[in-house]
T-cell receptor, first 112, second 115 residues
Framework: QKEVEQDPGPLSVPEGAIVSLNCTYS??????FMWYRQYSRKGPELLMY????GNKEDGRFTAQVDKSSKYISLFIRDSQPSDSATYLC????????????FGAGTILRVKS | NAGVMQNPRHLVRRRGQEARLRCSPM?????VYWYRQLPEEGLKFMVY????????ESGMPKERFSAEFPKEGPSILRIQQVVRGDSAAYFC?????????????FGDGTRLSIL
């Protein structure tokens, strides 16, 4: 079993739809949770960063962490074609040192 | 991407040659991390360095791979005697401090191809 599971997709939605992206994890020690966006041939770009459980909102993006279920989500409202990319979840903890553990990424396609 | 500079962007080597990948962290960042990304896989941690120190190399293969971050200049990931399985995208990230509560910012990577 992988430490972090993420559906690879692709997930195809029409422009304007609400997108839900998810990851599950097995290690309850994780405390810090991140979402990165990666365009083709580019590096991961940090979108959201949250600590422990709860919600965080930034513009059209909302990140949710449910530590009791070991489940994190990223919601994208009013999705745009420019949101088409691979979305990577990542997580870490002091017990892990400074390494991040990544999901395999979900490919999102927003059709105009 | 986010100020982390990696070069070269693309590197082609023949089996048995050496590959050197360079990473200059964001301004003000003194902590560097290297990750490897294989096709259809997530990023895998390789090594974490501060200036002149390797802090965590638990993700580095035991042979042929080495990393350094000298007092002056960029961090270098070195792969000796490359094999076909080394073909991947190698990403560098940096943070201002070495703590899990410091988000890591990534460069655009070096895509290594082994002929």
């Amino acid at each position: 079993q992988k430490e972090v599971e993420q559906d690879p997709g692709p997930l195809s939605v029409p422009e304007g739809a609400i997108v839900s992206l998810n990851c599950t994890y097995s290690n309850s020690a994780f405390q810090y949770f991140m979402w990165y966006r990666q365009y083709s041939r580019k590096g991961p770009e940090l979108l959201m960063y949250t600590y422990s459980s709860g919600n965080k909102e930034d513009g059209r993006f909302t990140a949710q962490v449910d530590k009791s279920s070991k489940y994190i989500s990223l919601f994208i409202r009013d999705s745009q074609p420019s949101d088409s990319a691979t979305y990577l979840c990542a997580m870490g903890d002091m017990e892990y040192g400074n390494k991040l553990v990544f999901g395999a990424g979900t490919i999102l396609r927003v059709k105009s | 991407n986010a100020g982390v500079m990696q070069n070269p962007r693309h590197l082609v080597r023949r089996r048995g040659q050496e590959a050197r990948l360079r990473c200059s962290p964001m301004k003000g960042h003194s902590h560097v991390y290297w990750y490897r990304q294989l096709p259809e896989e997530g990023l895998k941690f390789m090594v974490y360095l501060q200036k002149e120190n390797i802090i965590d190399e638990s993700g580095m293969p035991k042979e042929r791979f080495s990393a350094e971050f000298p007092k002056e200049g960029p961090s270098i990931l070195r792969i000796q005697q490359v094999v076909r399985g080394d073909s991947a995208a190698y990403f560098c990230a940096s943070s201002p401090r070495g703590s899990s509560n410091q988000p890591q910012h990534f460069g655009d990577g070096t895509r290594l191809s082994i002929l």
